[in-house]
């Protein structure tokens, strides 16, 4: 939904969940890193190796070279993983501090709602995915999901589905009806599954259209939009 914004990302380690299509396999599977990457200026690609772990003073210099160097380039902060929230003790207590600097937008599996309900008001947009059984191989989430957009519903929320081949129509009319049991207002993203051999999309575009169709029958508003930072080439 904030497409073409520029964030500040942070990412966590470790997942709740190992869906099928992970593009995030050395955050989630492997041992947690003795290190981790931390990019000197803005865009440049030029990283250090710092220890972890990481404190929140060190994250805070990072921040105020960042901002300093390019005032007012990014939009927010974004907490990615892996699953953040599994880190929701952590985020309690360095959230009051970088809120000062940037809104926090938090990009989440969508169903750590006890987590969640800990640090929502130090949030200020949920980027939530649901997690379709055909396309992440993950099962059984829906009543988790269902809790935990009742929570985020109090922020500025989207919901974002990743679809597939393999993706059917009845999956994507429950997520819609999940979506209209809490409002009918949040946005939905439908994103095209990318090839782990970067192809943009691997569904047929008719079928992204029938996505749409079903779901705009129900929704207010719902967006396809791919991942575009592969168009970018920025990883
Ligand atoms: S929720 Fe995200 S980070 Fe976790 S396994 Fe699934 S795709 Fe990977």
């Known amino acids: 939904m904030l497409v073409g914004l520029r964030q500040a990302f942070v990412r966590f380690y470790g997942c709740s969940l190992s869906c099928d299509y992970c593009d995030s396999r050395d955050t989630v599977y492997s041992p947690p890193p003795d290190v981790c990457r931390v990019e000197r200026r803005p865009g440049s690609g030029d990283t250090v190796l710092i220890k972890n772990p990481v404190y929140l003073e060190q994250v805070v210099e990072v921040l105020e070279g960042w901002l300093q160097d390019s005032p007012k380039s990014h939009h927010s902060l974004s907490l990615t993983g892996g699953e953040p929230l599994l880190h929701f003790r952590v985020l309690k207590s360095w959230l009051p501090a970088l809120k000062r600097f940037l809104p926090i937008f938090l990009e989440t599996n969508g169903i750590l709602h006890a987590e969640l309900s800990e640090c929502i008001d130090l949030i200020d947009y949920v980027s939530m995915d649901v997690k379709l059984p055909s396309t992440s191989g993950?099962?059984?989430?829906?009543?988790?999901?269902?809790?935990?957009?009742?929570?985020?519903?109090?922020?500025?929320?989207?919901?974002?589905?990743?679809?597939?081949?393999?993706?059917?129509?009845?999956?994507?009319?429950?997520?819609?009806?999940?979506?209209?049991?809490?409002?009918?207002?949040?946005?939905?993203?439908?994103?095209?599954?990318?090839?782990?051999?970067?192809?943009?999309?691997?569904?047929?575009?008719?079928?992204?259209?029938?996505?749409?169709?079903?779901?705009?029958?129900?929704?207010?508003?719902?967006?396809?939009?791919?991942?575009?930072?592969?168009?970018?080439?920025?990883?």
């Open 138 to 235: 993950a099962q059984g989430l829906w009543e988790d999901h269902l809790a935990f957009m009742r929570i985020a519903s109090r922020r500025n929320l989207y919901v974002k589905v990743v679809v597939s081949d393999t993706t059917t129509a009845d999956e994507v009319r429950k997520t819609c009806e999940l979506i209209l049991s809490v409002d009918k207002a949040i946005p939905l993203v439908l994103q095209p599954l990318t090839s782990a051999q970067g192809a943009v999309s691997t569904i047929p575009a008719r079928s992204l259209f029938k996505f749409q169709e079903i779901a705009a029958s129900l929704l207010r508003e719902v967006r396809v939009i791919p991942q575009t930072h592969r168009f970018l080439g920025l990883f």
